[in-house]
């Protein structure tokens, strides 16, 4: 298993969810087959992203386009007179103000320092980043183009691995205190424990699942043992290649929104791809660029396995927790199947043992 998975079904699902995202909020259709109550996002229609807009000052000029996005709400906005921005709404309940200001004061750090991300505007009689519309929080980005990049040409790997380090540079100097950490509790056990209180796990699968998700935890915790203390640091913490968009210049780093305190092999493993072999050489080109910043510790190659388990437990906690809202169903239908579980568990199998092999040899 590797992030080909997630690449996979994100394209897959890109479609279903940029329509989703588009049909419940923007329009604020009702799903009849829902007896629950309304989403927070349903209140969130074409009228009020222009009104929030307009009560920071910005004139919208009625475009709007839903970008992809599943854990928040998008949009490319037409400006009266001046170029298209992008908002943000944010999902409620998720982060705390101080958290995302914390995520904002992070990107700012960045930016300052000339590396490639988009931090949030400031803007307002206040000059704040973050604002607050009926109910809803949300921050201003400049709109910023690109392609996909091409990660496998050893130069592009390289290249990129030069960026994070210089991230990684700055996201040492000083820790999160709002934003938790990536590791065993936050990925692993509580998500765990979520799904089996949950109704999610159908009956006949539950006894199973526990049972490989704990000998999978095990098996993380022994990766962490095999690699000692490691330093913490912030982190963008979802920097796989749909995060990065590529241009003549060189990479440009997205949507921090998941940036959290962990190890910096966090940044580094989701770039790999393929069989063990292509990720041994991917790894090396990587680190070819990422050492001319930073000093990599091999330690760290113990986790990569590990990590990748634990957002595999993490991943599915997340589209449960995230049911209620209408686009979810629509872009992930195989989601709560007798299929889909069994198919995590033969995965958590999988990484069970792939856990026990040695580390990339590099």
Same mark, same amino acid.
């Given at each position: 298993?590797?992030?080909?998975?997630?690449?996979?079904?994100?394209?897959?699902?890109?479609?279903?969810?940029?329509? !989703?995202?588009?049909?419940? @909020?923007?329009?604020? !259709?009702?799903?009849?087959?829902?007896?629950?109550?309304?989403? /927070?996002?349903?209140?969130?229609?074409?009228?009020?992203?222009?009104?929030?807009?307009?009560?920071?000052?910005?004139?919208?000029?009625?475009? &709007?386009?839903?970008?992809?996005?599943?854990?928040?709400?998008?949009?490319?906005? +037409?400006?009266?007179?001046?170029? @298209?921005?992008?908002?943000?709404?944010?999902?409620?309940?998720?982060?705390?103000?101080?958290?995302?200001?914390?995520?904002?004061?992070?990107?700012?750090?960045?930016? #300052?320092?000339?590396?490639?991300?988009? /931090?949030?505007?400031?803007?307002? =009689?206040?000059?704040?980043?973050?604002?607050?519309?009926? *109910?809803?929080?949300?921050?201003?980005?400049?709109?910023?183009?690109?392609? #996909?990049?091409?990660?496998?040409?050893?130069?592009?790997?390289?290249?990129?691995?030069?960026? %994070?380090?210089?991230?990684?540079?700055?996201?040492?100097?000083?820790?999160?205190?709002?934003?938790? #950490?990536?590791?065993?509790?936050?990925?692993? $056990?509580?998500?765990?424990?979520?799904?089996?209180?949950?109704?999610?796990? =159908?009956?006949?699968?539950?006894?199973?699942?526990?049972? $490989?998700?704990?000998?999978?935890?095990?098996? $993380?915790?022994?990766?962490?043992?095999? #690699?000692?203390?490691?330093?913490?640091?912030? &982190?963008?913490?979802?920097?796989?290649? +749909?995060?990065?968009?590529?241009?003549?210049? *060189? @990479?440009?780093?997205?949507?921090?929104?998941?940036?959290?305190?962990?190890?910096? %092999?966090?940044?580094?493993?989701?770039? &790999?791809?393929?069989?063990?072999?292509?990720?041994?050489?991917?790894?090396?080109? %990587?680190?070819?660029?990422?050492?001319?910043?930073?000093?990599?510790? /091999?330690?760290?190659?113990?986790?990569?396995?590990?990590?990748?388990?634990?957002?595999?437990?993490?991943?599915?906690?997340?589209? !449960?927790?995230?049911?209620?809202?209408?686009?979810?169903?629509?872009?992930?239908?195989?989601?709560?199947?007798?299929?889909?579980?069994?198919?995590?568990?033969?995965? &958590?199998?999988?990484?069970?043992?792939?856990?026990?092999?040695?580390?990339? /040899?590099?």
């Amino acid at each position: 298993m590797n992030q080909d998975h997630f690449d996979d079904e994100a394209e897959d699902a890109r479609a279903a969810a940029l329509a !989703a995202s588009m049909a419940d @909020p923007l329009t604020g !259709a009702a799903d009849s087959q829902q007896e629950q109550a309304p989403h /927070p996002y349903s209140a969130l229609n074409p009228e009020c992203v222009l009104d929030a807009l307009d009560s920071i000052g910005l004139r919208g000029d009625g475009r &709007l386009l839903g970008l992809n996005s599943y854990e928040n709400r998008v949009y490319q906005v +037409g400006i009266e007179d001046d170029k @298209p921005l992008v908002v943000k709404f944010y999902r409620p309940g998720r982060w705390s103000d101080a958290a995302i200001l914390e995520e904002h004061a992070f990107t700012d750090e960045l930016a #300052a320092r000339e590396i490639p991300v988009v /931090p949030a505007l400031a803007l307002g =009689p206040d000059r704040a980043t973050l604002h607050h519309f009926n *109910g809803f929080r949300f921050a201003v980005f400049t709109r910023h183009g690109g392609r #996909a990049p091409e990660l496998s040409d050893p130069s592009v790997l390289e290249w990129t691995g030069r960026f %994070i380090a210089r991230i990684h540079a700055v996201g040492a100097i000083k820790p999160y205190l709002q934003r938790p #950490a990536i590791d065993i509790a936050t990925f692993g $056990v509580e998500p765990c424990e979520f799904l089996q209180g949950s109704q999610f796990i =159908p009956a006949d699968l539950r006894a199973a699942y526990a049972s $490989v998700a704990a000998q999978a935890l095990d098996g $993380v915790r022994r990766s962490y043992e095999r #690699a000692g203390e490691l330093p913490q640091l912030r &982190l963008h913490g979802d920097c796989h290649g +749909g995060n990065v968009l590529w241009t003549d210049a *060189g @990479p440009h780093f997205v949507d921090f929104d998941d940036s959290r305190m962990g190890p910096a %092999i966090q940044d580094l493993w989701m770039m &790999l791809s393929g069989e063990r072999t292509d990720q041994v050489r991917q790894m090396c080109d %990587i680190l070819a660029g990422y050492e001319d910043f930073c000093e990599f510790d /091999p330690r760290q190659l113990h986790l990569v396995e590990a990590l990748r388990t634990l957002r595999l437990i993490h991943y599915s906690a997340w589209l !449960a927790r995230r049911w209620d809202d209408p686009a979810f169903p629509v872009a992930f239908p195989w989601f709560n199947t007798q299929r889909y579980w069994q198919d995590r568990i033969l995965e &958590l199998k999988e990484q069970i043992s792939l856990m026990d092999e040695p580390p990339l /040899p590099i």
